[in-house]
């Protein structure tokens, strides 16, 4: 059994690369829209600010006007706590548009501040996937050369154990 959750314990590493993975790839995308997208001013329609400290799950809906006529709107755009407040008393804010892209619209204010975020965010779970794989392959390794501990050792009781002993 013991073995059986040493082998299953990859998923942990593999997890937080996983992890590593989507937070990267997001701050590339929010990046390139920051880099490649056009700039327009978007009218906020409404704002959520979670006052819970459990809750963390803020978001702004946008509504953006394009040079073209047509109109992109955000519901629910997803930001941290601490960056709603740099939005919440505006009426409109300045964006960068990419359509098209994964992060299609980036608020121009605090998208570097966003991009940092999941950049340590990136940092930090890829660091944590190779402090758990280390782990993970040393227990299994420690498993196969020299056997599960649990399986090993004491055949029968040691009467003269000090656990054993009773203290007047």
Same mark, same amino acid.
């Given at each position: 059994?013991?073995?059986?959750?040493?082998? *299953?314990?990859?998923?942990? $590493?593999?997890? =937080?690369?996983?992890? !590593?993975?989507?937070?990267?790839?997001?701050?590339?995308?929010?990046?390139?829209?920051?880099?490649?997208?056009?700039? &327009?001013? +978007?009218? #906020?329609?409404?704002?959520?600010?979670?006052?819970?400290?459990?809750?963390?799950?803020?978001?702004?809906?946008?509504?953006?006007?394009?040079?073209?006529?047509?109109? #992109?709107? /955000?519901? /629910?755009? &997803?930001?941290?706590?601490?960056?709603?407040?740099?939005?919440? @008393?505006?009426?409109?804010?300045?964006?960068?548009?990419?359509?098209?892209?994964?992060? @299609?619209?980036?608020?121009?204010? #605090?998208?570097?501040?966003?991009?940092? #975020? !999941? !950049?340590?965010?990136? +940092?930090?779970? =890829?660091?944590?996937?190779?402090? =758990?794989?280390?782990?993970?392959?040393?227990?299994?390794?420690?498993?196969?050369?020299?056997?599960? $501990? !649990?399986?090993? *050792?004491? @055949?029968?009781?040691?009467? @003269?154990?000090?656990?054993?002993?009773? +203290?007047?």
């Amino acid at each position: 059994m013991t073995r059986l959750v040493a082998r *299953g314990a990859w998923i942990v $590493p593999l997890f =937080f690369l996983v992890v !590593a993975l989507h937070q990267g790839k997001t701050t590339v995308d929010l990046q390139a829209t920051l880099d490649q997208g056009k700039p &327009a001013t +978007a009218e #906020i329609l409404e704002v959520h600010e979670e006052n819970r400290v459990d809750v963390t799950f803020d978001w702004v809906s946008l509504r953006v006007p394009l040079e073209d006529g047509s109109v #992109i709107t /955000k519901d /629910k755009l &997803a930001l941290p706590h601490s960056l709603i407040p740099l939005v919440s @008393d505006k009426e409109t804010v300045e964006v960068r548009v990419n359509p098209g892209a994964s992060q @299609d619209v980036v608020i121009t204010s #605090i998208v570097s501040t966003q991009w940092r #975020i !999941a !950049a340590m965010n990136a +940092a930090i779970a =890829f660091v944590a996937a190779l402090l =758990f794989a280390g782990g993970v392959f040393y227990w299994n390794r420690s498993l196969s050369r020299v056997g599960d $501990p !649990a399986q090993r *050792g004491v @055949d029968e009781p040691d009467p @003269d154990h000090p656990a054993r002993k009773v +203290a007047w």
